[in-house]
Structures are given as structure tokens and as C-alpha cells.
């Protein structure tokens, strides 16, 4: 179907890939969100193919508050469970299901949240962004809705662990000691000891929680295990759990731009990451920034007008009216993206 760009909305899907020249601006399949249809509206096109089936809501506003509720239902399970309480399916059923159906509305809405500033403790907020990258991370992988909901269970539960791992250890701003790093990295066996017996969470969710500190060369914890070797859904969790480390504020130190994000995981997250699950994130991942805005070195401020593939943490940026390829510029590089305050509000 044929929509003039003035009409475009949020949450369609383009039919056709959109090109500039002989460069690609937005492949077929992607589904816009507003910095997309601004810059088409800077384009020479009076009208773009959509699909007829993929349009959806809009993104909402609320998404803090949504978020919020999230991460508030899923203190509650840590805080029971840091009681010694059993934790109760229903419980993370409730958490679960809202994420899922705003991921199903909204499938950019995980990608948003390094935006929102972290007021509460890291672990609660980072189980649930997790959550969310990894169900989005699911169905790009075109796993069926039933493995996304375990997924998501599995993502969500993969750090309850840390409930029972001393604060001061926890929160601690400084480097941890080798005793200090040995108590932590106990975190995910304490997890998946803490849900053996919970209802309903499948073999391949507990070795999911188990093992998702497992690096793909062999050089992670508890068991050591080594590419295709470490469980599936471990392996999933891993990408999404390092690009939510690296972009939000730990106490011992700043949250990283995601394009600096994207070239460590790019050359493998030093050892530690699947290749092939990594290339499937970065691939759609990057199409959620075009159109971002960017500040460079050189001191100018631009927008992501397209991806360079080959190396995707050095996009073509838009300057004024011309288009600096990062790939063929060395000299410069993006220092930060600048935070959209709506995705907060």
C-alpha cells in the first residue's frame, strides 16, 4: 500500500527498501519510528510502500511509567525471595505479560530504555531491560512465541541470584577484590538454585539463569563451557545483558554511548559473545538509530542517515546537507548520542 510521507505513522512497516543514490537509507521490513519518518520527510518522495499488516499502535508516551510498574512488580518477587521465600510463577507472569505485550505494539521500545536514567537499584532496572532486549532479540531470531515467553522468564529471573549477595559487595564503587568477584560470580549458581523449584520454569530456563555468565570462549562461570556448548537460551540472554551493562550507569562507572557499545560487541564483546546471535542483534538493532541525533569529535552535530554493515559503529551521518561516511573518515568519530527526552517522559 502506497502512504504519503505527511501520513506516515509510528509503527509502520516498509514494504520496499528506501534508497538515496545508490545507498540504502531504510531496508524493507523495518518498522518506522519518528526520527524514520522525519527523515523521509527530508527526502525528494512523495510516497512509500507499507505493509498492510504490520501497522500498529503508535508509541505511547507512558513508557517510564510502564517500565516503572515493571520494575516495581519484580522487586517484589527479589524481595520475597531475598526472605527465602519460594517465588511464585504467577508473580513473574504478572511482570512478564505487560513487557510482552508492549514489545508485540511497540517492538523499539526495549531499544529506547538506555535512554531513561536509572533511579533505582541497577539490578531490578537491568532484569527488566534485559528482559525486554531479549524477547526482542527472540523474535528477531524467528523463534516461535511460546520460546519468547521463556526467553523472557529467563531473562527477567537471570540475576535474582543477587538478592542474596551482600550489598556492600553489590553496590561496592570501587574495583571488588578477587574474594569480592568470587562472591559475586556465585550470583547466577545462587539463582538457579533459588528457582529449582519454582513452577513452571522449564530445564532450559534454569540453565538459561545457570549459565548466562558463560563466555563464548570458554573464559566465563560457573562451568567454563565454550561456544555451542553453553545452553541456547544462555547464550541469547548474554548479548542483551552486556548491551544493557555497557549503556546504563554502574556505580563504578558511566554508562558507554551505544555506538561505542556496538563496536565492542561488533568485534565479539572480547571473546565473550555468540557471533551469530551478536550479528542477527546488531543487524536490526542499528536501524532503530538512523535518524538519531549525534554529536562528533570534530564538534559538529549530525543525524544517522544510514549504516555501513561492515562496520556499524561508524555510520554515514548527515552534516548540514552532506553525508560524512565514518568508514572512509577515521578522523572522526561520534563522541555521543544525544538522549531524545520524550523517550523518558
Known amino acids: 500500500m502506497l502512504v504519503k510521507v505527511s501520513q506516515l505513522k509510528t509503527g509502520m512497516v516498509l514494504a ?22 522525519d527523515m523521509l520527510g527530508q527526502m525528494d518522495l512523495d510516497h512509500v510502500s507499507i505493509e498492510l499488516k504490520a501497522q500498529v499502535p503508535s508509541f505511547q508516551p507512558n513508557l517510564q511509567e510502564k517500565y516503572k510498574g515493571a520494575v516495581d512488580k519484580f522487586k517484589a518477587i527479589c524481595y520475597e525471595a531475598s526472605l527465602g521465600q519460594v517465588v511464585i510463577y504467577d508473580q513473574v507472569k504478572a511482570c512478564l505479560d505487560p513487557l510482552m505485550k508492549d514489545l508485540e505494539d511497540n517492538p523499539d521500545m526495549a531499544l529506547k530504555l538506555w535512554q531513561i536514567e536509572a533511579a533505582d537499584a541497577y539490578t531490578y532496572e537491568h532484569s527488566v531491560k534485559v528482559c525486554m532486549l531479549t524477547v526482542l532479540l527472540s523474535k528477531w531470531l524467528g523463534l516461535n512465541l511460546e520460546t519468547q515467553k521463556a526467553l523472557g522468564k529467563a531473562a527477567l529471573l537471570h540475576d535474582i541470584g543477587k538478592c542474596n549477595i551482600p550489598n556492600e559487595i553489590l553496590n561496592k564503587p570501587d574495583t571488588l577484590t578477587p574474594e569480592e568477584f568470587s562472591v559475586m560470580k556465585t550470583h547466577a549458581t545462587l539463582g538457579y538454585v533459588l528457582l529449582s523449584s519454582t513452577k513452571s520454569l522449564s530445564p532450559e530456563i534454569l540453565k538459561g539463569i545457570l549459565h548466562h555468565h558463560e563466555r563464548y570462549d570458554g573464559a566465563g562461570y560457573p562451568a567454563r563451557l565454550k561456544g555451542d556448548h553453553i545452553p541456547y537460551y544462555a547464550r541469547i540472554i548474554a548479548v542483551a545483558d552486556v548491551f544493557d551493562a555497557m549503556t546504563s550507569n554502574r556505580v563504578y562507572r558511566s554508562k558507554m554511548s551505544p555506538y561505542h557499545v ?42 544517522v542517515h544510514s549504516n555501513n554493515h561492515h562496520m556499524p559503529y561508524r555510520p554515514r551521518i548527515m552534516v548540514d546537507d552532506q553525508v560524512k561516511d565514518l568508514s572512509q573518515d577515521m578522523s572522526i568519530e561520534i563522541k555521543h548520542v544525544v538522549i531524545n527526552q520524550e523517550a523518558s517522559s
Not at 17 to 27: D, E, Q, T
Request: proline letters at 2%; aromatic letters at 6%; charged letters at 15%.
Open 16 to 37: 520496499e527498501s528506501i534508497y538515496r543514490g545508490a545507498i540504502m537509507v531504510l531496508s524493507q521490513g523495518v518498522q518506522l519510528n519518528r526520527r524514520h519518518i
Open 262 to 303: 556496538i563496536e565492542i560487541m561488533h568485534g565479539g564483546g572480547g571473546g565473550a559473545l555468540d557471533p551469530a546471535i551478536t550479528r542477527v542483534f546488531l543487524d536490526h538493532a542499528l536501524d532503530f538509530f538512523i535518524g538519531m541525533e549525534v554529536m562528533l569529535s570534530s564538534g559538529e552535530s549530525g543525524h
